[in-house]
């Protein structure tokens, strides 16, 4: 019985919008007044604590990125089984269930390791990213990652896998896969660029 005049997929067609709107403003002039309108908040962050640390303590702000790697090894290595479950390609003797659950608790905790690390890291070279087109498509990847994950992915795999179109799962899979990589890779452009 759908609730909304979208049906059952409401949370998909949000969500595909939401993608649509930002990657629209993104590579549009519309960012443009935007982009004017946050400089004094990248100017500030590097004033902060945290960005006073970042910038004069090496190891600190070293220290820090190897939390934030890790986060992201972890939170790679929970997309690549939960969703090469998915595919049929890791874990087969372990019930979906099992795997797609525990690697998503454990996804949360690394995202959380991400977006704390993340900040940290950002306050320290805030006027650096802030020049850098690069970051930006590393947050809109961030953001649609975020956004897919939950509201998407999530969604679709606590339903009875059983009852979803094996197509349907295998292409969720893959997209997923390719999200975390575009955000792995154009974090990994950041430290290449500059």
């Given amino acids: 019985m759908p609730t909304s005049i979208l049906g059952p997929y409401f949370r998909t067609i949000v969500t595909v919008a939401v993608i649509a709107a930002a990657l629209v403003f993104s590579f549009t002039y519309a960012r443009d007044g935007v982009y004017v309108e946050i400089q004094p908040l990248f100017e500030w962050m590097e004033t902060t604590w945290f960005g006073y640390v970042g910038k004069t303590w090496g190891a600190a702000f070293a220290t820090i990125q190897a939390g934030h790697l890790i986060g992201l090894a972890v939170l790679g290595g929970c997309v690549l089984v939960s969703d090469g479950r998915l595919l049929g390609i890791v874990l087969t003797d372990v019930p979906h269930r099992i795997v797609v659950d525990r690697a998503d608790a454990v996804f949360f905790w690394a995202l959380a390791t991400l977006l704390l690390t993340g900040v940290f890291m950002a306050c320290g070279v805030a006027m650096k990213i802030y020049y850098l087109p690069v970051y930006w498509y590393k947050m ?55």
């Fill in 140 to 194: 809109l990847g961030l953001a649609c990652g975020i956004l897919f994950h939950y509201y998407v992915r999530r969604p679709l795999v606590a339903h009875e896998l059983g009852s979803i179109n094996p197509i349907v799962l295998k292409m969720t899979a893959i997209a997923s896969i390719l999200v975390w990589f575009l955000v792995a890779a154009t974090g990994r452009w950041i430290g290449f660029s500059g």
